[in-house]
């Protein structure tokens, strides 16, 4: 067959469209053809090879005409968009520097925020008497007001069931009795009250009759190990009454409610302190695990404790409020049943009082009649927001108290300020939402609630909590509990901002503590004290990173007062001149904080301003300084500590690095394991076939914090305008705190809260409001005797087989933080 020549080739190309539909039934053909024919040769159709046309050039050229015409066309428009975008923007070279506009800082922007906020915004602050409703609604169409800058204003509610007297047609009070006829001696009515008193489950009417009587003070856990140590026979019977004085910033009423439903009391009755003999302090008696586990259950039942089983499930009890006048007229009419009781501690009452601790009733008897009624309560809760520009979805939580008039005031100067600067073109990079609680002394039940219903966005896009606590108390220092994590924040923010307290002279030369380190060789020493925070022991650096910030200081430059100086000062007259610890003290585990910080990982501060005594040299211990509303706080620390807030939102919404420290962390760990080994020591001694020698647990330990000093390194390396870089360790330092909660703690540990999964921090067993290093092991080995039982010799193997997994797989992780850092340079 004849080979096909070059211009019938082409010409077969031109017409390949034409002839489809005929290759198509020719293609279709040639396979039914195969199928039906297999037997048979077939030969296939010829192909036309081409077809003629007349030739011309016109088309060709006037397509190309026109295409080249819309390129240019094009590309003329887009020059001419760009020209107007960049006449458009201050700032030249807009276009082209986007990444360095992503990681600078705007510093002008805190000296605008700190101007806004004036004295006189602060005068008047009463104290309000609205039910928290009225207040919530106020708020809502104040925050309403100033949309859109503040955005996804919310005002929602959780209902709640709790419990308050029935009217007086239902009597409720106490009665004394005569032992042998039951003729009535004494009649105290309930104290006139409206309040709501705790969960209605908990809550119950009835009539008890008590054989016994026990004044515990405030009701804690070491209130109650001051009775153990003495060995009075408390509790564990429906007919035995507790009696405890109430003070809200020193323990919550729902809190007292749990111990003496744990402890077996029948009924309680609360009364209010006398401002005259008014004491927050307490002996330093602390109930260890060892004794509790015999007490409580005895060597059958006490796998129950180790499982945090405890017996106040399912039980309610009665609750009566009387005068503390009414308290005082009851006890001194026990007599002679009260001669031999035991007088109260002077940590109790450095007054003479007639109270006593109480024992069995003889000859008289105490009737008490609860009649009580549910009430259905909706709690209000208020949030707002402030979008972020180039990180909207991860925000900044600050959260304080609904019904605290100084709160709202100082939150809305904060909310204004920053509205005034984003009206003026400035944006944050990250959000900020902004919530007002209502329900706190309610165990938190708002907070853990939205908690519950937003666990994911918690989980995932939540980068700090800030917690006003009791806010201002007193007109002297800062007083800060949380994470480590915010050490350098807050630093920085109190090396800038001036000292609103007046000195002699207007300069001065800074004179740091020196840092020296030191420990107890003594394990009593970690509890004996229990009632101070314990963070002076060890060494702390206060080297910060301060490359972004303009008020880097010479050693010897004369400079005003600021607030870290005033700190500075009440570490050195609490401690002594050679000591000195961190800015930041462990978390104040009745707060809101921990909430955040200890079930969720999420880095949190609790934010104060107190007198100097409440700044102490212990390590663990968060004191609580009672809230004093008539106390009259200069305007001038409103000013600063509402100006120190805002600093702390702005390094952490506006800085393109999180300005999170590791090393801090590193520091806090290294402490603490100093003086967990100091206190330990002999327990070390009689457990060391279950749970290893310590120097196991230091090496373990010592791995952890090089490897996060290394990881630290490595963000220092990072260029600080590669933002890629930057966004990539942002990712990091989001999850490092959360890599200390532990899903699979063990809860028998904590009576008070059984869901506090940090690792590092944790309630103290027996103590209140108390925090110790390593929870899991610290709470079982303090002062275990020398031959314990197998069954805490299992428990204690139990808990550091699951501590040190958990340090384990922290490490790991850590490690592949840091191998990811050297790919991504």
């Not at 077969?12 to 002839?19: E, I, K, Q, V």
């Not at 600050?398 to 709160?407: A, E, H």
Request: one cysteine or more.
């Amino acid at each position: 067959m004849r080979q096909l020549g070059t211009e019938e080739r082409a010409a077969l190309l031109l017409t390949a469209d034409d002839d489809n539909n005929d290759e198509d039934d020719h293609e279709l053909n040639n396979s039914q053809s195969k199928i039906s024919n297999d037997n048979f040769p077939t030969i296939a159709k010829r192909p036309r090879t081409y077809h003629r046309h007349n030739t011309s050039g016109t088309h060709p050229m006037l397509c190309f005409t026109l295409v080249l015409g819309a390129f240019i066309l094009g590309c003329i428009s887009g020059v001419i968009i760009m020209l107007y975008r960049v006449s458009q923007d201050a700032e030249p070279g807009h276009l082209l520097n986007i990444p360095q506009q992503l990681t600078n800082v705007d510093l002008s922007i805190r000296t605008k925020l700190f101007e806004s906020i004036k004295p006189t915004n602060f005068m008047n602050l009463n104290y309000s008497i609205d039910n928290e409703n009225d207040i919530a609604d106020r708020l809502y169409k104040q925050w309403q007001s100033l949309s859109p800058s503040l955005s996804h204003v919310k005002k929602f509610s959780y209902d709640i069931n709790l419990s308050k007297y029935a009217p007086f047609t239902q009597w409720s009070g106490i009665q004394l009795l005569d032992g042998k006829n039951e003729k009535e001696l004494l009649k105290v009515d309930r104290l006139l009250t409206e309040d709501m008193i705790s969960f209605s489950s908990l809550l119950k009417s009835t009539t008890v009759t008590g054989n016994s009587i026990y004044y515990v003070n405030y009701g804690r856990q070491e209130d109650f190990a001051y009775l153990i140590k003495h060995n009075i026979p408390f509790g564990n019977s429906e007919t035995s009454i507790v009696v405890m004085r109430r003070q809200q910033t020193i323990i919550s009423q729902t809190e007292q409610i749990h111990q003496a439903l744990y402890h077996g009391f029948g009924a309680i009755i609360f009364f209010d302190d006398n401002k005259d003999s008014q004491t927050t302090e307490t002996t330093d008696t602390r109930q260890n695990f060892f004794r509790e586990w015999v007490r409580q259950y005895g060597r059958q039942n006490g796998q129950n404790l180790i499982d945090g089983i405890i017996n106040n499930r399912d039980h309610s009890i009665a609750v009566l409020v009387l005068s503390y006048n009414d308290i005082q007229s009851i006890f001194a009419s026990l007599q002679p049943d009260s001669n031999d009781w035991l007088l109260c501690p002077s940590e109790w009452h450095n007054k003479t009082t007639s109270l006593k601790i109480g024992g069995t009733l003889s000859t008289v008897k105490l009737r008490i009649v609860v009649n009580m009624e549910e009430a259905k309560i909706q709690l209000p809760v208020v949030m707002s927001s402030i979008h972020g520009k180039t990180d909207g979805e991860n925000f900044v939580m600050i959260g304080y108290q609904l019904n605290s008039v100084q709160q709202n005031r100082i939150v809305n100067e904060i909310i204004q300020a920053y509205i005034n600067q984003i009206k003026n073109g400035w944006k944050p990079k990250r959000s900020i939402l902004f919530c007002a609680w209502s329900g706190l002394d309610y165990d938190h039940y708002t907070v853990h609630q939205w908690i519950s219903n937003n666990y994911h966005l918690v989980d995932m896009n939540l980068l700090a909590y800030i917690d006003l606590g009791n806010d201002i108390t007193g007109n002297s220092t800062l007083n800060l509990h949380g994470s480590s994590l915010l050490e350098q924040v807050a630093y920085r923010a109190a090396n800038y901002i001036p000292s609103p307290i007046k000195h002699n002279h207007t300069c001065h030369q800074r004179q740091m503590p020196t840092t020296m380190p030191t420990s107890s060789n003594e394990e009593n020493h970690h509890h004996e004290h229990s009632r101070k925070r314990r963070n002076a022991e060890h060494e702390h650096h206060m080297d910060m990173d301060m490359n972004n910030e303009d008020e880097n200081e010479k050693e010897n430059e004369c400079e005003s007062h600021k607030l870290l100086d005033e700190w500075i000062r009440a570490a050195r007259n609490q401690m002594g001149s050679n000591k000195s610890i961190g800015i930041v003290q462990p978390i104040d585990i009745d707060s809101t904080a921990a909430l955040f910080q200890l079930k969720h990982g999420i880095p949190s501060i609790v934010i104060e301003i107190t007198d100097e005594q409440a700044v102490t040299n212990d390590t663990f211990y968060v004191r609580h300084s009672p809230s004093i509303i008539d106390r009259e706080i200069s305007p001038e620390f409103f000013v600063v500590y509402t100006q120190f807030i805002s600093e702390i939102i702005r390094q952490l919404i506006d800085e393109p690095l999180i300005a999170f420290n590791l090393t801090n962390y590193a520091d806090q760990i290294d402490k603490q394991a100093i003086d967990y080994f100091a206190h330990y020591g002999r327990a070390y001694n009689a457990l060391y076939f279950h749970i290893g020698r310590p120097e196991e647990f230091t090496k373990l330990l010592n791995d952890l914090t090089k490897s996060i000093r290394q990881l630290q390194t490595r963000i220092d390396q990072i260029p600080k305008t590669d933002y890629v870089g930057l966004q990539s360790l942002n990712k990091q330092l989001f999850e490092f705190e959360r890599l200390f909660i532990s899903n699979d703690q063990l809860y028998g540990m904590n009576s008070a809260d059984k869901s506090y999964k940090h690792i590092l921090f944790g309630p103290a067993y027996s103590l209140t409001n108390t925090a110790v290093p390593f929870p899991l092991l610290s709470n079982v080995l303090f002062e275990i005797p020398e031959d314990p039982s197998s069954e805490i010799c299992y428990a204690s193997a139990l808990y550091w087989s699951k501590l040190k997994k958990h340090l384990y797989l922290i490490n790991r992780t850590l490690n592949g933080f840091d191998g990811l850092l050297q790919n991504d340079k």
